[in-house]
């Protein structure tokens, strides 16, 4: 029996039912994951001997059995946390995210750790200091970023689920450019202890899935309240799993106008364009809503996100952890020759960024400015949420673009996001859901974002979705690797 | 306002990265070219808005966040200089400091 692509649901009655040995589908998940690694590039850790091992011990849980991969910023003790950079490299550390503790104590399998790109910095996974990881679709082309390994791995079927985490579209944008369910939680939803920090009012772990209901079993194991992240809140979790299948008749689907003309590409209009009227027949109630300010979103993200991790990336410096740089003999040149030396171009250049804006003279005119404006982009949807019940919009303004492509035009690589990052300033939960695929063969997807806490709503917007429009397309690579049993 | 070489090699010593001349000439531009996209903040009329400070939403704002005072376990010493560069006798040891 093959058990590559079979759901994580699935797998997990399969294994609580008895039926299946959790080892048998660590095994054919850990030979898939080696065979198409060359290709892909979409692990920097494999960890056959743990999860075999681990598999051994799993019979019950939520996720009982089912291999996951990791993106390679969260901790797993036993595992390497690089965050795709030299300056950490093979740091190993000392304890498991609550995510990570959450999902073990459910019973899942984490097969390996993914690519990214450094420090979560990039939405075409290029500035991953390991290497690129190549989008399954084609292999000359980005799977998006920065979660572009967990997204790979999930496409190409080597794990059913997998986490990312999504600061500015870090999981829904890779998710679009490789055709998988990629959620964002609501902030605070789910806990960041763990993830290393790259811009802490905007992080949050996400999901990858095939499903919306795989999607929905996980974000259960992982949500709720956490002592060790302040900003974790004592919000009840629902019952996601169960309350999937409800109609979706009646529901209100915003729909703001303004965001489907200049710069996106005419196939990703019309495929979700289409997804609207889908929503029609479903019985949806489609309202006109306006977001004024999400125009200014990615200059406001530029400011935020850079200034947090100009202050979050101060701690690495060569003293505790990673890498430190040779032949320095005095402190501060070792703080500056250890940056340099492990620190890639894109970081360097946010950190850069940050410092700029938070230096003294420019804190009011960029930083304060930037906070202005996010509460004016969290009123749009404060008022566009009274309106509607979820908003539409593309994930991304383009399909997979050819590695190579914007590596020198930071700004025409931050645009990117220009759909993604207004959820992570107002801290609402976002979704992307595949379409269709382009002439090209490339995936196109959608993006639902609702109220806080609305990921209930979110999910069965996109369950209903799936049982009238069905995404059962996969690249060439999904579960190439035969039966190893 | 232009960003100029002399800005970035300030602000580089500011961040602690030592930068190259290459490095120096491809950032000055690419930098210079953020800011100026970032300023069309600029005509966004923003008086008497209070700043979002942080991300939180209305629940999490709402959420106790302290704890009881209380001695914790933690991962010790031992564990804490396990992936240290350079550990010596139970501290991080660093260069020359003066």
New interface residues.
């Given amino acids: 029996m093959t058990f590559l692509g079979k759901s994580a649901n699935d797998l997990v009655d399969l294994v609580t039912q008895g039926q299946v040995d959790a080892k048998a589908i660590a095994q054919q998940s850990l030979d898939a994951a080696e065979s198409l690694n060359p290709q892909l590039n979409a692990f920097l850790q494999i960890d056959r001997e743990g999860a075999l091992a681990r598999a051994a011990s799993v019979s019950t849980g939520a996720l009982a059995g089912v291999p996951m991969a990791i993106k390679d910023n969260i901790c797993v003790r036993g595992m390497q946390a690089s965050c795709g950079s030299k300056i950490l490299g093979d740091y190993q550390p000392p304890y498991n995210a609550t995510v990570i503790e959450r999902l073990l104590q459910a019973g899942a399998v984490i097969t390996g750790k993914t690519n990214c790109d450094e420090f979560a910095m990039g939405s075409s996974n290029e500035n991953s200091a390991f290497g690129v990881v190549r989008n399954p679709w084609d292999a000359r082309r980005v799977p998006g970023g920065s979660s572009g390994g967990s997204a790979a791995a999930v496409a190409s079927g080597i794990v059913p689920v997998a986490l990312g985490s999504d600061t500015g579209g870090s999981v829904r944008q890779p998710a679009s450019l490789c055709g998988v369910i990629g959620l964002k939680p609501t902030y605070g939803r789910n806990s960041r202890y763990g993830l290393i920090a790259f811009a802490s009012s905007l992080d949050q772990v996400g999901v990858f899935g095939r499903s919306a209901s795989d999607v929905a079993t996980v974000l259960g194991v992982i949500a709720g309240r956490d002592p060790h992240d302040a900003t974790t809140a004592d919000v009840p979790v629902p019952n996601y799993a169960s309350e999937l299948k409800g109609s979706v008749a009646g529901a209100r689907l915003g729909f703001p106008r303004a965001l489907f003309g200049e710069g996106l590409e005419v196939e990703v209009r019309k495929s979700v364009l289409d997804v609207v009227d889908v929503y029609r027949q479903l019985g949806a109630e489609v309202v006109d809503v306006e977001l004024p300010h999400a125009s200014y979103a990615i200059a406001v993200y530029y400011i935020i996100a850079t200034a947090e991790a100009s202050s979050n990336l101060a701690r690495f410096d060569g003293v505790r952890y990673g890498f430190r740089a040779e032949e320095a003999d005095e402190l501060r040149q070792m703080y500056r020759k250890t940056r340099d030396e492990g620190f890639g171009a894109e970081v360097k250049r946010r950190i850069m960024l940050g410092t700029y804006v938070l230096s003294a003279g420019y804190y009011d005119a960029y930083y304060r400015k930037a906070q202005q404006v996010r509460a004016l982009i969290k009123n749009d949807f404060k008022s566009a949420f009274e309106r509607c019940d979820a908003i539409i919009t593309p994930t991304s303004p383009s399909t997979a673009f050819m590695i190579g492509e914007k590596v020198d035009d930071p700004l025409s690589m931050y645009l990117s996001d220009i759909y993604t990052v207004t959820a992570n300033l107002a801290g609402v939960p976002g979704i992307n859901i595949p379409c269709g695929l382009s002439a090209e063969n490339l995936p196109i997807g959608f993006q639902l974002l609702g109220p806080y806490w609305s990921e209930s709503t979110l999910l069965r917007l996109a369950y209903a979705y799936e049982q009238l429009q069905p995404f059962k397309k996969h690249p060439p690579v999904f579960a190439a690797v035969p039966n190893s049993i | 306002m232009p ?1 100029n070489e002399a ?2 090699e300030k ?2 010593k ?7 001349a290459d ?1 120096l000439q ?2 000055v531009p ?2 210079a ?3 100026t ?6 005509a ?1 009329d ?1 008086t008497s ?12 704002e ?4 302290s ?1 009881a005072d209380e001695v914790q376990p933690s ?1 010790g010493q031992k ?2 200089l ?5 550990a010596a006798a139970g501290h ?1 040891r ?4 003066l």
Avoid at chain 2, 62 to 65: I, N, P, V
Avoid at chain 2, 94 to 97: A, D, L, N, Y
């Fill in positions: 960003i800005d970035i602000i580089a500011l961040a602690h990265i030592d930068i190259t490095e491809t950032f690419q930098i070219g953020i800011v996209y970032v300023e069309q903040l600029n966004v923003t808005i209070e700043p979002a400070l942080g991300g939180l939403t209305p629940a999490g709402a959420t106790e966040a704890r991962l564990i804490a396990s992936e240290a560069p350079d991080f660093v260069p020359k400091i």
